[in-house]
C-alpha cells in the first residue's frame, strides 16, 4: 500500500490563486461581452425605437425598408408647410409649435430649444429625467447633414446621439425628397435658425 500523501501548503495555495484567477477572469469576461452587447445591440436599438417615435419612416420609405410610416406626423406637417426661400425660425416659434404638438414629440415630454454658436440646443425631458441634446447642422447638396451630436448625462447613458441624430436627419432628408423639397442653405446664429429652402 501506498502511504497517504497530503498536498503541501504551498500547493493548497497555488490551486486555490488558480481557482480565484479563473472565476475573476469569467466575470471579467461576461462583464465585457455584456457591454459590448449594450453598446453595439441595445443602445442603438434604443435610439432607433425614440427616432421611430419622435419622427416614423415617412410612407413613401417605409414600403421600401418595411416599416410603417405615419402620414400624419410631426415631420410631414412641418415640412409642407416650409415657404420656399429664405426662413427664419426663432427659438420663440420654434417652441411654441413643439409646445402645440404634445403627442407628436412623444416619448419626450417636453423639449425646449435654443439657437447659439452654430448649434442647435434642445433640452429635453423624458421618463423623469432632463438632458441637452446639441447637435451642429449644415446643407450639402439639398440634405440636412448632422456634422457633430452629443447628448449630455443621464439619457446619454442610454440613447448613442450620434445614433438617434442620423436616424432623425435621414427621416428629414427623406420627407423632403417625398415632398420634392430641399435645403439650400443653413445658419445657426444667436436665437434663431435660418433655412433656405426650395
Known amino acids: 500500500m501506498r502511504p497517504w500523501h497530503r498536498p503541501s501548503p504551498i500547493a493548497r495555495d497555488t490551486g486555490a490563486r488558480r481557482g480565484c484567477l479563473r472565476g475573476c477572469a469569467a466575470i471579467l469576461f461576461i462583464a465585457a461581452l455584456l457591454l459590448l452587447v449594450y453598446t453595439f445591440g441595445l443602445r442603438p436599438m434604443l435610439s432607433r425605437a425614440v427616432a421611430d417615435q419622435i419622427a ?6 417605409a414600403v421600401t425598408i418595411g ?17 420656399p426661400g429664405e426662413l427664419v425660425l426663432t427659438e420663440e416659434r420654434a417652441n411654441d409649435f413643439l409646445a402645440a404638438r404634445p403627442d407628436a414629440i412623444a416619448p419626450l415630454k417636453t423639449a425646449r430649444l435654443s439657437f447659439s454658436d452654430g448649434r442647435a440646443i434642445a433640452t429635453i425631458s423624458a421618463y423623469g429625467v432632463s438632458s441637452d441634446a446639441i447637435v451642429t447642422l449644415t446643407a450639402e447638396e439639398g440634405r440636412l447633414v448632422v456634422t457633430s451630436a452629443r447628448l449630455a448625462a443621464p439619457l446619454a447613458y442610454v440613447l448613442s446621439a450620434d445614433e438617434l441624430a442620423r436616424l432623425l436627419a435621414e427621416r428629414l432628408n427623406a420627407e423632403l425628397t417625398a415632398q420634392g423639397r430641399r435645403i439650400d442653405e443653413l445658419r445657426i446664429e444667436e436665437g434663431r435658425l435660418i433655412l433656405v429652402t426650395s
Open 56 to 61: 416614423p419612416v415617412p410612407v413613401a420609405t
Open 67 to 83: 416599416g410603417a410610416g405615419r402620414a400624419d406626423g410631426l415631420l410631414p406637417t412641418a415640412i409642407a408647410a416650409l415657404p
